[in-house]
C-alpha cells in the first residue's frame, strides 16, 4: 500500500473481516467433509442460484457467497477480502462495510437466479470490494502476482476487461465471470451514491 492513506487507528483484521472469514471457512470444511463422505452436496442446497436448474430454494442467493467449490477459490476469496476488506471496513466502519458486502452479493445472486445456465460462484461480493478500493484509493499500489506493481484504477479496469471477455468467449468455464462483473457494477452503484452525499470515506475524515 502507499503512502496516499494511513488512518489512525488501523486493525489488521476487523471484526466484520474476521467473522467473514471464519464463516467462510467453517462452509467450506462442512461442505468437504460431507461431500467426499457422500452425504450431501451442499452447493446444491446452498449455492445454485439459477431459479431453472431445478434445485433453487429462496434462500440461495444469499448463501451462495459463502459456498467454494475448491481451497484455491477460497484462498483467493479470502486473501482478497482480507487485504482489501480491513482497509474498506477501518474507513467505513463495521457496519457500513457489513451493509456494502451483503448487499452487493445478494443483488448479484438475486440478478443471476433469473438468468439460464450462468455460474455465480461465490465472488459477488469480493469483486464489489475490488471495485470498493479501487474506487477510494485510485493512486495505491497493488502488486500483481507479488511482483509487479499496479495502480489500483488501472489493475480494475484490467480486471473488468479481461473478466468481459472471459464471460464472452469462456462461458463454458465454469467460473462467475458475469457474476463477477455484477459484483463490480452493483458495487459502483453504491459509490457513487455515496460520493453524492459526500460520504465515501464514511462519518470519519483523513
Known amino acids: ?121 461465490a465472488s459477488g461480493a469480493i469483486y464489489a470490494l475490488l471495485m470498493a478500493f479501487a474506487f477510494l484509493f485510485p493512486n495505491n499500489y497493488v502488486y500483481l502476482y507479488f511482483l509487479v506493481p499496479i495502480k489500483t484504477k488501472w489493475f480494475i479496469i484490467g480486471l473488468i476487461v479481461v473478466e468481459l471477455f472471459e464471460g464472452i468467449f469462456r462461458s463454458s468455464d465454469g467460473i462467475g465471470h458475469f457474476g463477477h462483473l455484477f459484483g463490480m457494477v452493483i458495487g459502483l452503484v453504491f459509490l457513487l451514491i455515496w460520493k453524492k452525499k459526500g460520504k465515501l470515506y464514511g462519518d470519519q475524515v483523513y
Not at 5 to 13: A, C, D, I, M, Q
Not at 70 to 76: G, R, T
Open 1 to 121: 500500500m502507499s503512502e496516499e492513506y494511513r488512518p489512525s487507528g488501523f486493525k489488521v483484521l476487523p471484526p466484520v473481516v474476521k467473522h467473514l472469514l471464519i464463516i467462510n471457512a467453517i462452509c467450506y470444511l462442512a461442505y468437504f467433509v460431507l461431500y467426499s463422505k457422500r452425504i450431501i452436496d451442499l452447493h446444491l442446497l446452498f449455492g445454485d442460484c439459477c431459479l431453472q436448474s431445478g434445485y433453487f430454494r429462496p434462500w440461495q442467493p444469499f448463501t451462495y457467497m459463502f459456498m467454494h467449490g475448491s481451497f484455491d477459490h477460497l484462498f483467493f476469496n479470502m486473501f482478497s477480502l482480507w487485504m482489501f476488506g480491513a482497509v474498506l471496513e477501518n474507513v467505513w466502519g463495521s457496519k457500513r462495510f457489513l451493509i456494502y458486502y451483503l448487499a452487493c452479493g445478494l443483488g448479484v445472486g438475486l440478478i443471476v437466479m433469473f438468468i439460464p445456465g450462468f455460474h455465480i460462484g
